[in-house]
């Protein structure tokens, strides 16, 4: 079986197959041999022998992301960002708005929108705020991920906005 | 005292419910709606359903708290922390309800609940307090008027509302030409937050160390200081970590600071438990800032150092019990404790708060560590509200000693399905400055700004090759592929041993 994963904007070819009460897994070529046994429906604990390097001892776990439907996998306190792109990779649908296309900016919880910070038109730079949320008694600044120009905006400052609902878009 | 209603929530009302199983009462639990299967429903002995999830329809709910606790036969009320705790009005309720109140009387929370008022009674009691206006700005005052008053303080100059608290209704000003926006702008938002609109001004000390003093009085007149705890990395006015004892304080200024603390509670006949915050500045002296009428979040590290079951206490002093504990023990602390806010929240996109159902959870454990919290794999963490999820501790012999536990402890905490702050404090105690205890009340949130969102933890690469391997494994094997079968027991090896032990009896 032959995945395609992508981290950090970096997408790696992982290949694996059953091997000898384990599994070969090649990583962009580079070859292991792991011993996987599941401790729970999230989560594996790996031996990996990487050549002269034996018997490396890894917990890691797997959930779904916390917001847009990529997966997190961590490694000891590092949640890391992973994207599946495989033959049967898990929501695939997802994965490809992920890195490209416009960005919809929306609160993951229910507020109200303090203040807007842009307008159709605005060219916003890499993680500058475009919009204050106040929820859970603070307030939230919702930033852009990527640089673009704002191609929608949604709701006025003092309304109240239901989790999810979309506020901002950048192309 | 037989029966303890809880009108709170989370790991505060679990922490209460333990302390309640520790003395034998039984706890009576309340929840919202989307609190049906939180973690205090379910280790409480009776539980009552408040209302909706929005917390000022249960949670701050005063009369069907009262409701509950009447059908519930319960003849005291713990407040916890946040909601109503400091809510003199609830105070009141409860003892009309021919309840005990498990907290200060309402006359002590109103008296500390103004800033000014509060700041007033330190002053009696003969304790400095952060030069500042005595009395809330006259709502007509002019603008000369305040310059005058600004002026006679020193800059830079704090805006603050007298009801305030968690930054609001605050507002820095170093230019003189912009006090008067920042009064106007302090106001509406103390205005919007509290319902009061009062404000005064106080100079803004520079780089000064958050020090606060725990206290338990009882209504026989003793007050028992104990050792300071130190809660200097903020986060936008917010404690993130928390330490005892703090590295800024020697035993001389202990004794002065913790004197200070109970003459203030003294002075208004303060009962229950109670936190005296200060400033401490650069040259080492330290003012009144206010008190918190409550038992504080970060409890539990005066437990660790000091041995003595905080939460019981504030029982034990509800029931009438003088306080019999050894006053210089309380101020000798054994050890170092540090205690993090772990948080649903994801750092690396701005703190932003990250609701959810958590998939997966497996707490720190081990010497020296405490996890005090009510989170559990399958439950959510609501939007409505405050998202701690665990109150971390970790108690050493020494300083160095609890870093390094703490750090093996946020290395142990796997959550799943929400971010955490967990990657934030493996970065922060990491830091060189926390290393050293060179921090002030805006060291955190100056490193935040240089810092400009750069992710507190990137993976190598050989982390992101794991996490890749992880990842394709996980999806070929499936979430409820099969599992290593353990060595299947062999019942007629059993039946043997068995039989075998029957016959040497025989």
């Known amino acids: 079986?032959?995945?395609?994963?992508?981290?950090?904007?970096?997408?790696?070819?992982?290949?694996?197959?059953?091997?000898?009460?384990?599994?070969?897994?090649?990583?962009?070529?580079?070859?292991?041999?792991?011993?996987?046994?599941?401790?729970?429906?999230?989560?594996?604990?790996?031996?990996?022998?990487?050549?002269?390097?034996?018997?490396?001892?890894?917990?890691?776990?797997?959930?779904?992301?916390?917001?847009?439907?990529?997966?997190?996998?961590?490694?000891?306190?590092?949640?890391?960002?992973?994207?599946?792109?495989?033959?049967?990779?898990?929501?695939?649908?997802?994965?490809?708005?992920?890195?490209?296309?416009?960005?919809?900016?929306?609160?993951?919880?229910?507020?109200?929108?303090?203040?807007?910070?842009?307008?159709?038109?605005?060219?916003?730079?890499?993680?500058?705020?475009?919009?204050v949320v106040e929820a859970m008694k603070m307030e939230n600044e919702l930033r852009a991920a990527r640089g673009g120009t704002v191609a929608e905006v949604h709701g006025r400052e003092g309304a109240s906005v239901d989790a999810g609902a979309l506020l901002v878009v950048i192309q | 005292m037989q029966k303890i209603l809880i009108a709170n929530r989370g790991e505060i009302a679990v922490r209460v419910i333990r302390a309640c199983r520790d003395m034998a009462l039984s706890p009576v639990a309340v929840f919202s709606e989307c609190d049906r299967a939180a973690m205090h429903v379910r280790l409480a002995?009776?539980?009552?359903?408040?209302?909706?999830?929005?917390?000022?329809?249960?949670?701050?709910?005063?009369?069907?708290?009262?409701?509950?606790?009447?059908?519930?036969?319960?003849?005291?009320?713990?407040?916890?922390?946040?909601?109503?705790?400091?809510?003199?009005?609830?105070?009141?309720?409860?003892?009309?309800?021919?309840?005990?109140?498990?907290?200060?009387?309402?006359?002590?929370?109103?008296?500390?609940?103004?800033?000014?008022?509060?700041?007033?009674?330190?002053?009696?009691?003969?304790?400095?307090?952060?030069?500042?206006?005595?009395?809330?700005?006259?709502?007509?005052?002019?603008?000369?008027?305040?310059?005058?008053?600004?002026?006679?303080?020193?800059?830079?100059?704090?805006?603050?509302?007298?009801?305030?608290?968690?930054?609001?209704?605050?507002?820095?000003?170093?230019?003189?030409?912009?006090?008067?926006?920042?009064?106007?702008?302090?106001?509406?938002?103390?205005?919007?937050?509290?319902?009061?609109?009062?404000?005064?001004?106080?100079?803004?000390?520079?780089?000064?160390?958050?020090?606060?003093?725990?206290?338990?009085?009882?209504?026989?007149?003793?007050v028992v200081p104990f050792v300071e705890r130190e809660c200097s990395v903020q986060r936008r006015h917010q404690k993130v970590l928390e330490e005892t004892p703090s590295v800024a304080i020697s035993p001389a200024v202990r004794a002065k600071l913790t004197s200070a603390a109970a003459a203030v509670a003294k002075a208004v006949g303060y009962t229950n438990a109670g936190t005296i915050e200060f400033l401490l500045?650069?040259?080492?002296?330290?003012?009144?800032?206010?008190?918190?009428?409550?038992?504080?979040?970060?409890?539990?590290?005066?437990?660790?150092?000091?041995?003595?079951?905080?939460?019981?206490?504030?029982?034990?002093?509800a029931r009438g019990e003088r306080i019999d504990l050894d006053p210089a023990a309380m101020i000798a602390?054994?050890?170092?404790?540090?205690?993090?806010?772990?948080?649903?929240?994801?750092?690396?996109?701005?703190?932003?708060?990250?609701?959810?159902?958590?998939?997966?959870?497996?707490?720190?454990?081990?010497?020296?560590?405490?996890?005090?919290?009510?989170a559990a794999a399958g439950l959510d963490v609501p939007i409505f509200y405050d998202p701690l999820i665990s109150k971390l501790v970790a108690w050493a012999e020494d300083r160095p000693q609890a870093i390094a536990r703490m750090r093996r402890a946020l290395g142990e905490y796997r959550i799943g399905g929400v971010r955490t702050t967990v990657p934030f404090f493996v970065w922060l105690l990491g830091e060189q400055a926390f290393v050293d205890g060179r921090t002030h009340t805006a060291y955190l949130d100056e490193v935040l700004r240089d810092r400009n969102g750069r992710p507190f933890l990137e993976p190598s690469a050989d982390v992101e090759e794991v996490a890749a391997m992880a990842a394709a494994l996980q999806a070929m094997l499936g979430s409820t592929a099969e599992r290593k079968p353990a060595a299947a027991p062999d019942a007629s090896r059993w039946r043997t041993d068995a039989r075998l032990e029957g016959l040497r009896q025989v």
């Open chain 2, 281 to 317: 500045d650069e040259g080492g002296e330290f003012f009144f800032l206010e008190m918190n009428t409550r038992l504080q979040v970060e409890h539990p590290i005066t437990e660790m150092v000091t041995g003595v079951d905080l939460v019981r206490w504030q029982i034990r002093v």
């Open chain 1, 1 to 131: 079986m032959t995945y395609e994963i992508e981290i950090a904007g970096r997408i790696r070819r992982v290949s694996v197959r059953r091997e000898g009460g384990g599994f070969a897994v090649a990583v962009d070529g580079r070859s292991f041999h792991v011993d996987a046994a599941r401790t729970d429906p999230h989560s594996l604990s790996l031996i990996v022998d990487d050549g002269p390097v034996p018997g490396t001892s890894l917990d890691v776990a797997v959930a779904a992301g916390a917001s847009n439907g990529r997966l997190t996998v961590q490694v000891g306190a590092l949640p890391i960002p992973v994207t599946m792109n495989g033959r049967r990779g898990w929501r695939s649908g997802h994965a490809a708005a992920t890195a490209a296309g416009p960005q919809r900016i929306a609160t993951p919880m229910p507020g109200k929108i303090v203040r807007m910070l842009v307008k159709v038109g605005d060219v916003v730079a890499p993680r500058q705020p475009v919009v």
């Open chain 2, 333 to 374: 602390p054994n050890g170092h404790a540090i205690e993090c806010r772990i948080y649903a929240e994801d750092p690396d996109n701005n703190f932003l708060p990250s609701p959810g159902r958590i998939e997966f959870l497996r707490a720190p454990a081990g010497p020296g560590i405490r996890d005090d919290s009510a």
């Open chain 2, 45 to 222: 002995d009776r539980a009552f359903a408040i209302g909706p999830s929005a917390p000022r329809e249960s949670y701050l709910n005063i009369d069907r708290i009262i409701d509950a606790a009447r059908k519930s036969g319960a003849d005291a009320v713990h407040p916890g922390y946040g909601f109503l705790a400091e809510n003199a009005e609830f105070a009141r309720a409860v003892a009309r309800a021919g309840l005990v109140f498990i907290g200060p009387s309402p006359q002590a929370i109103d008296a500390m609940g103004s800033k000014t008022a509060a700041r007033e009674a330190a002053s009696r009691a003969g304790v400095a307090v952060v030069p500042g206006t005595p009395r809330p700005l006259d709502a007509s005052a002019s603008g000369a008027e305040i310059a005058a008053a600004a002026n006679a303080i020193g800059y830079p100059i704090l805006v603050k509302a007298v009801a305030g608290g968690g930054g609001k209704g605050m507002r820095t000003v170093v230019d003189p030409a912009d006090l008067a926006s920042a009064v106007v702008s302090a106001r509406s938002e103390a205005q919007s937050a509290f319902g009061d609109a009062a404000v005064y001004l106080e100079r803004r000390l520079t780089r000064p160390r958050h020090i606060e003093v725990q206290l338990l009085a009882d209504g026989h007149g003793t």
